[in-house]
């Protein structure tokens, strides 16, 4: 048993060597408003002993005591909150499982966050593991099969390299067994200890020298990349096309890069690293915003830089909703165009409808039915009035012009 035990901890300071992070990251900290990714933590704690109760999601002094509780239990800077380094321990405590489909765990988290900077994953990290995250890690294991494998043949030399120091009467028993097996690395998505490790490490490749006109899953990555860093609001659909290289131009011009709008080596050691800069402004040929006081739309065009809103490329006459169906304020992303021209709503009929945000539209004045030649000399009358149901009314023209130049994604501001 003693020889046993002593493999044991040689073993598990090997692993624990390999399975830090490239660099320490603070993933939560007094006072967090991520409610779910704090249940996730309050979970681990209760079920290792360190907290009491149930999971609530707020992140007060309770949680905090038992953030540093366990902190100092592993010999980890009590003021630390919780970081990579803590969330590595968490899983050692919980004895290195295979991450699956359906767990919520901190160690899920991590993962999640490491596969969001290396573009495999479009969802917002909170800890659990559902088809997303499998997709992605799915993804992220095909790519990086070849690197992992170099990964598991260091970690087996440096296991043998650790056992040889030993005496011989210390060695463990099961002398012939390999620890890794370097050429059965398992890429279907759940996260056993050794890509846990391999994920957590940093290492992963980056990819060939993308162009617009690429088609590829590799693009597809990049864009996810872009679109968690809110340079792309939508189009990830792994075509390169001109929208994408007017985001990655913009996240060139935010990081010092050359604005090549080719997605080269340099520009992918930024965009796939925690240094990469977060857009101010989601990209896209024009952006919208409407003044439902004035009863206008103003139409700003992309420059390269930002949106021209000295120079506006079209001023638009609207009926907004009535009072007592306001269209709704705020700053969305537009979905894009309804699918149709012709579009049924509220009992009468609509052409070119553009979708704003769930059941908020652009679209033109009203026709009694569809075919109609002329729109209804209400909708006509009424056109610079507060008039809507709370859906956005243009003359033909500027309701077709807004379908047929403005992209998903584009940003749609109401006041």
């Not at 990086?144 to 040889?164: C, I, K, P, Y």
């Not at 009072?323 to 012709?342: D, H, I, L």
Request: hydrophobic share 40%.
């Amino acid at each position: 048993m003693r020889k046993l035990v002593c493999w044991l901890a040689i073993l598990a300071l090997v692993m624990s060597a390999c399975g830090a992070m490239a660099d320490n990251v603070l993933l939560l900290k007094e006072g967090s408003s991520s409610s779910k990714t704090v249940a996730v933590l309050q979970n681990d704690l209760i079920s290792l002993g360190y907290l009491s109760g149930e999971p609530d999601g707020h992140y007060g002094e309770g949680t905090a005591e038992a953030v540093r509780a366990f902190r100092e239990a592993h010999h980890l800077s009590p003021e630390g909150g919780v970081d990579t380094d803590m969330v590595v321990a968490i899983y050692e405590d919980q004895g290195r499982p295979t991450l699956t489909e359906g767990m919520r765990t901190m160690p899920v988290f991590a993962v999640q966050r490491v596969l969001v900077i290396a573009g495999f994953l479009g969802d917002t990290p909170d800890g659990a593991f559902g088809k997303g995250t499998l997709e992605a890690a799915k993804s992220y294991m095909d790519f990086a099969a070849e690197e992992m494998v170099l990964f598991a043949q260091q970690r087996e030399d440096e296991r043998t390299a650790s056992l040889e120091t030993l005496n011989a009467t210390d060695m463990p028993v099961p002398m012939d067994e390999a620890i890794i097996n370097a050429e059965n690395v398992v890429t279907d998505g759940s996260i056993n200890a050794l890509w846990f490790d391999f994920i957590l490490s940093g290492k992963v490749a980056y990819g060939p020298t993308l162009r617009q006109g690429d088609n590829s899953p590799a693009v597809k990555r990049m864009q996810l990349r872009l679109k968690a860093l809110k340079y792309l609001a939508a189009g990830t659909d792994g075509n390169f096309g001109e929208n994408t290289t007017r985001a990655l131009k913009y996240f060139q011009y935010k990081n010092g890069l050359n604005q090549s709008g080719e997605f080269d080596p340099d520009t992918q050691a930024i965009l796939y690293s925690d240094s990469a800069e977060v857009s101010d402004e989601y990209v896209s040929p024009y952006k919208a915003f409407v003044d439902t006081n004035k009863c206008r739309v103003y139409i700003a065009a992309w420059t390269g830089t930002g949106y021209d809103t000295t120079h506006l490329v079209k001023t638009m006459k609207c009926s907004p909703g009535k009072n007592s169906t306001p269209t709704k304020k705020g700053t969305f992303q537009a979905s894009g165009q309804g699918g149709v021209r012709w579009w049924h709503m509220d009992g009468c009929w609509v052409q070119y409808p553009f979708i704003i945000d769930g059941g908020y539209f652009f679209h033109s004045l009203l026709y009694n039915y569809k075919g109609a030649k002329r729109p209804t000399s209400a909708s006509v009358a009424n056109l610079g009035h507060k008039a809507s149901h709370g859906c956005v009314r243009l003359a033909l023209d500027d309701s077709r012009w807004i379908y047929e130049n403005c992209l998903p994604g584009m940003t749609v501001v109401i006041k």
